[in-house]
């Protein structure tokens, strides 16, 4: 059965793939993704701990290599930085952070993007509830005329508290993993200050 | 000794099974009243006049942790609720990797896997590893048949099959390979390494039951905060289809075939506990041949044929109050290297169908 694994391997390359543009965000303190996807064992503890019920697991929806690891949806439920889920990873695909302003700011789960097309503010129309969510107002974000949001790449940590407050439908203001940034058009790349 | 050769072990064992199953159901309770008491909603809950079974099962936990439901008792109500908070945390997971008061248990498959998919090793994980594995190395592979969630819903399935089997249904008997389980369990690592996915857990089933448990506590609490109308209701997925197939396939056609041939959980530990200190052993100027422990042996095993059943012996001990002339005992102390010489001087044991 060994002699087999050759015919094995294309198979498994043609298993359900995740989306490349994917909507989800990892935990956070996660690894790089790839590293994240082969430590991650799937016990569900991270999920178990978050007092916010933002970490939920993956069934088969995004391809076979992320089943049962954890994601945040933060449109749905946005992460509120607790690191309680860093606290109890056996496996330290989560690094552990501690819930203080400085685990806070070392946190990476992606960066905000503000559609500027969908924004009330930018329409002219004075909003700001992304702003006052912003776990790091002033530093993640500021504010410009009739409270128009502008997101700092070097000091935004992805928490999503800002896409799930949106009163737009679709969201105007979205956050997208750092390493897929570079996937985007035009190649976006904009690196975090640790 | 005298208590081997009663049936109280048996049922003993099955206590155990039992309360390892109640305990992951139990964490996943907790985890959700955790939830709801960090986010204010217990107090909701009491103040709630719909009667549900959530509702009821989360104001049992409350008076449990709380007395006699009336909420803090303490001078400083913050602080109540944050000391509750930290007991509560203090045990979770399941048997696939849990935490209990700060003791982390992984199972080995898990940490293979993961070192497998991997390539490196950290040190929270080989934390997690030490008792499982050292444990293992002393006693052999007595997790699949003490604590293994799966493994007791399998003996339970074995003992509906013995029940038809009295009922006189004609049930087969195929036989497989018990090889079986060491080459799903290299194939599984190879592939993890060759695709840097964990791959093994998503088809063994004590990682499954323990994911299916939190599912379906999840959502039986889930129902109570977001929908109503569904009180009381719990939502399974594909996993419970999957462990009813293995079900279904060790009652009507062949006995326990997950954990003889296919598990390789029970082939990883089979590796790791090859050097046990306990063995069940055959005392052989005793032994009629009689084949009674052939039958009862769940792992499809011959305890009889030399001095050890071998080190796929799950320490199940249900040989031994089927041992009528009591030729079998357990054994403690290192294996002997002699054992394969004695092995060839002993008469060859009858070969049964049963096996």
Redesign the interface.
């Known amino acids: 059965?060994?002699a087999l694994?050759p015919f094995?391997?294309p198979l498994?390359e043609r298993l359900p793939q995740g989306n490349r543009f994917r909507r989800f965000l990892r935990p956070p303190g996660a690894k790089p993704e790839?590293?994240f996807?082969?430590?991650?064992?799937?016990?569900?503890?991270c999920a178990?701990?978050?007092?916010?019920?933002c970490i939920s697991?993956f069934?088969l929806e995004a391809g076979?290599?992320n089943?049962?690891t954890p994601k945040i949806s933060a449109r749905a439920q946005a992460c509120i930085l607790c690191m309680?889920c860093t606290q109890?990873?056996?496996?330290?695909a989560l690094e552990k952070l501690e819930p203080t302003p400085e685990g806070m700011r070392a946190v990476d789960m992606g960066l905000a993007f503000v559609a500027e097309d969908l924004c009330y503010s930018f329409a002219g129309r004075t909003c700001g509830v992304c702003y006052r969510a912003c776990p790091l107002p002033g530093e993640a974000m500021t504010l410009g005329l009739y409270e128009q949001p502008h997101v700092h790449a070097e000091h935004c940590v992805g928490c999503g508290l800002c896409e799930q407050a949106c009163v737009q439908m679709p969201q105007a203001i979205r956050v997208v993993p750092r390493a897929e940034l570079a996937d985007f058009p035009g190649g976006v790349t904009l690196k975090k200050q640790a | 000794m005298k208590i081997l050769r009663s049936q109280a072990h048996q049922w003993f064992r099955h206590l155990v099974q039992l309360s390892v199953f109640l305990g992951i159901v139990a964490?996943?309770c907790l985890?959700n009243y955790?939830?709801f008491l960090?986010?204010n909603q217990v107090e909701t809950i009491r103040a709630q006049e719909v009667e549900s079974s959530p509702r009821s099962a989360v104001l049992a936990m409350d008076r449990l942790y709380h007395g006699s439901g009336t909420g803090e008792t303490a001078s400083d109500p913050h602080q109540s609720r944050q000391e509750t908070?930290a007991r509560l945390?203090a045990i979770?997971?399941?048997t696939?990797?849990a935490?209990l008061y700060g003791l982390?248990l992984?199972d080995p498959l898990?940490g293979a896997?993961?070192i497998a998919?991997?390539?490196k090793i950290?040190?929270?994980?080989l934390l997690?590893l030490l008792i499982p594995v050292v444990a293992t190395l002393l006693l052999g592979r007595f997790f699949c048949s003490w604590i293994c969630p799966a493994g007791f819903l399998f003996d339970m399935a074995d003992k509906v099959r013995a029940l038809l089997a009295k009922m006189r249904l004609p049930l087969h008997n195929t036989p497989l390979w018990h090889g079986n389980k060491y080459?799903l369990l290299?194939?599984g690592l190879?592939?993890a390494g060759?695709?840097?996915?964990?791959?093994l857990?998503?088809f063994y089933p004590p990682?499954l039951v323990?994911?299916e448990i939190?599912t379906a506590v999840d959502s039986f609490f889930g129902n109570l905060a977001e929908n109503p109308q569904r009180a009381g209701a719990i939502s399974l997925?594909a996993i419970s289809l999957f462990l009813l197939g293995i079900v279904f396939v060790e009652v009507f056609l062949s006995r326990r075939v997950w954990c003889r041939c296919l598990c390789p959980g029970g082939a990883l530990y089979t590796l790791l506990g090859a050097a046990r200190l306990v063995r069940v052993k055959n005392d052989h100027p005793r032994c009629t041949h009689c084949t009674e422990c052939v039958k009862v042996c769940p792992m499809g095993l011959n305890p009889m044929s030399h001095d050890t059943p071998g080190p796929e012996c799950d320490h199940c001990l249900a040989c031994l109050p089927a041992c009528a002339p009591g030729s079998l005992s357990l054994e403690f102390g290192l294996p002997r290297i002699s054992s394969r010489k004695r092995k060839e001087s002993s008469p060859p044991a009858p070969t049964s169908s049963t096996r």
């Open positions: 059965m060994g694994l094995f391997l498994l790839k590293e996807v082969q430590s991650c064992i799937g016990c569900g503890q178990n701990v978050c007092p916010n019920k697991l069934g076979i290599e089943l049962a309680a109890v990873c056996p496996t330290d | 964490t996943a985890a955790r939830i960090s986010q908070l945390k979770r997971g399941n696939w990797s935490e982390s992984t898990a896997e993961s998919a991997g390539k950290n040190r929270a994980l997690g080459v290299v194939v190879a592939l060759v695709s840097s996915i964990p791959l857990g998503f990682a323990g994911r939190h997925t």
